[in-house]
């Protein structure tokens, strides 16, 4: 504070303001922006984080060339090297060109390649669940911290599927809810465990590449298939070793002597009842509830679904049965008394490897999170003077579009939706702005005459070399990595 004429005057900071994205956060020296990403230095806004390059070349062994610490740029091919977005900053205000345009040689072609940090809104996650344990009905909706940030959809072959954010969570609802769903994104993305609560149904730690925690208990493997598919892949197993094999499975329940696998092995029949709903011979649906039992079922004692044994059918006393989940993780055998009632024995020899084989064929329980997002809008005006010549030929394939360079899948009809395994990005790819929104590394890569045919920014273009030696605006600094590697 400076004094005068016995009066204090306060000496205001001098601060300039960050025009990276729509919050135009005024930022004193030596500050951080609210987003983490941008900060005043020496007066100048400079990207906090380096720009991150791919290193795509292989040496004998299969073993990634290193290039942190050394002269690594010397006598290297440009086609060696890829520029992803990581790093790079945004275009916003979008009227000017990205923040990178690459060009380099590929092949003996010329390649174009436009990074820019995507601000999104629209966009979220799509996560892949592998477990049969019932983690909510579809439709649920999904909470983290008792905020909405997804919901339950379709349960697929072996695994369960959630949708979490979206624009409607993100800017629909509450101030709170828009936070903690991009809290929720920008860590699964980042490939960090996150907590997800189901209305009315289970606890789920997802973190994208490991195992499922279902409830307090780590899944181990996925199912081999339904009942019914597991018994048409090993009821030849089973033929000579016991009389009767029920698969219990939420889905499809199998029973070896009534499917049409037992029936070309010759099984005979053998009385069995099951309660359900029945299907076509030896497939039952709806054989008890949902939940974190049996192949899935709500049920500890797999004898439940079992109805009275007819012995005008095949019943008889001594029958064994074996009872089994679709990952082999319970299984038990039983022998009918005099009363045809079923009788709980020591598991025989003679079954155990077939029980074994069947865990043995269930691939490892694993969470996947995808990337998912629109990117139309105004970015695209980081591209080319005329945004919809992008968009075209992304739908016509002539415009690659990649994700902190990872392979993306572009959805048919119009706009630029994708998806991207955030797994194959550098760690750390993804950042957030606290509109909310997520933003996401995207490259657009084309040849160079198409560049110049969507009418881009021609004049903004430099060699990958150039970029890597004097950076850029937002990019001081640059880091390069092998493929494969995180970006730590």
Known sequence: MNTTSG?????????IRCDACPVMCYIGEGKIGACDRYANQGGEIVRCDPLTVLDRTLEHGGEVRPFLGRDWHDGLSTDDLFVTAVGAGTTYPDYKPAPFLASREVDGADFVTVVTEAIFSYCGVKVKIDTDRHLGHE??????QGEAVGLMITSEYGSQMMSLGGVDHLTGGSKLEGRVTCDVLLRLLNREAVTLTVDGGAEVVVEAGVAPIVDGQQEARMRVGCGSATIGMFASQWQGLVDEVVVVDDHITGVVSEHQAGKVLGWPDTGIRIKGRRSTPGRYFQVAEPGLGWGGTNIDDPLSILGPWLEKK???EGLSLLMVSTTGEHAAYFELDADLEPQ???MPEALKPS???IAENCEPALCTVMFMGGAGGSLRSGVTRNPVKLT???????ADVTVGGAKSFVWPGGGITLMADVTQTPKGAFGMVPTPAIVAPLEFTVSKEEYEALGGHVDSVRDVLDILQSGGAYARDSHVFGKGEDSE
């Open 314 to 316: 095949g019943a008889r």
């Open 139 to 144: 439709g649920a909706v999904i909470r983290h």
């Open 7 to 15: 009066k204090e005057t306060r000496v205001r900071e001098e601060k």
């Open 355 to 357: 029980v074994a084989l």
């Open 344 to 346: 709980a024995k020591p």
């Open 392 to 398: 075209d030929a992304v739908q016509a394939g002539r």
